[in-house]
């Protein structure tokens, strides 16, 4: 049985590469651990509150830790209303009942005024989400600092 436990947990170390943050702390992380969900974050660094909400194909979408009221920010795929000046997490969890572990789907951002806009994301176990995008994206950034992260900035409307 031992033998077994220890095949395992090498394979899954060797084949799978499981663990696999990085040594530099100060650096956010594309890859981690298999088995975990992926952590971003959200910055709202304007002087407005932005609605973020996911529509998953694959997986779920938590937003923040549960500090915000509830009135405001629904964890479980929004919507979730950042205030000003304030940061969140968002944390990407994969469909494992899958061949491939994934996690994808469409993140809607709104503005003060009630003006949307939505973009794809994907990614597979082990690496963070990335959000697909073709050039500026305007008054939120996409996957800044890294994959899955946004960050708005500045204007306060698309």
């Known amino acids: 049985m031992k033998l077994h436990v220890v095949s395992v947990l090498v ?10 943050d990085s040594d530099d702390a100060s650096k956010p992380q594309d890859t981690y651990p298999n088995w975990l969900p ?9 002087n407005c509150p932005w609605t973020f909400r996911a529509s ?6 938590y937003f923040g830790d549960g500090s915000l009221p509830e009135s405001t920010c629904q964890r479980l795929n929004g919507p979730c209303t950042v205030p000003p000046h304030t940061t969140i997490t ?5 469909d ?3 061949a491939i572990p994934t996690s994808s789907g469409v993140l809607f951002i709104e503005d003060q005024n009630h003006k949307e806009n939505h973009w794809e994301y994907h990614g597979i176990m082990g690496a963070c989400p990335k959000i697909k995008h073709s050039g500026n994206t305007g008054a939120v ?5 890294a994959n899955g992260d946004l960050n708005a900035w500045g204007q306060c409307t698309w």
């Open 56 to 61: 998953p194909t694959a997986g779920k979408v």
């Open 90 to 94: 968002v944390t990407y969890d994969f």
């Open 141 to 145: 950034a996409l996957n800044d600092p």
């Open 38 to 46: 992926c952590t971003r974050h959200i910055y709202n660094k304007s």
């Open 96 to 98: 494992v009942v899958v």
């Open 11 to 20: 394979g899954c170390a060797l084949l799978l590469g499981c663990g696999g």
